[in-house]
């Protein structure tokens, strides 16, 4: 039997992406691409292996978001998004003067591309009925 989907499970991938998303880059100085380039860092099998792990997050995450979305999906999403960024930006809630407040939304923009990939059979199920098949060769 298949679980149900609800907005709790979004919110779990949503979670699990944002932590991908902002674990790898942040404006900060705690995620791992400031932990790596940062001075006195030695480069050993502990960084090596939060790459790897942070590497294989990323194939899954894209990968899920490719097969359910497409490239089309994903172009829309962002149009959508950016439609909305310009929105804050026109309203004056969001200033373009300030590149790490930019950063930030632009990174919260593609967590919730990638949760949203993670989520669409679900979403696309709920909306149409319809149930994606992955295609198995024999």
């Not at 999403?77 to 804050?88: D, N, V």
Request: charged share 10%; net charge negative; with cysteine.
């Amino acid at each position: 039997m298949a679980t149900k989907f609800n907005a709790v499970s979004f919110l779990a991938r949503w979670l699990f992406a944002a932590a991908l998303v902002f674990g790898t880059y942040n404006p900060s100085d705690y995620c791992y691409v400031n932990w790596i380039f940062s001075e006195g860092t030695e480069f050993g099998p502990v960084p090596a292996a939060v790459g790897i792990a942070l590497l294989i997050c990323w194939i899954i995450f894209l990968r899920a978001t490719m097969m359910s979305m497409g490239w089309l999906g994903i172009i829309l999403g962002g149009a959508l998004f950016a439609c909305l960024i310009w929105l804050l930006v026109d309203i004056g809630w969001l200033s373009l003067d300030s590149s790490g407040a930019i950063t930030w939304v632009v990174l919260l923009v593609l967590s919730l591309i990638l949760a949203t990939g993670m989520s669409w059979s679900h979403i696309r199920r709920r909306l149409t009925g319809q149930v994606d098949v992955d295609e198995v060769d024999d």
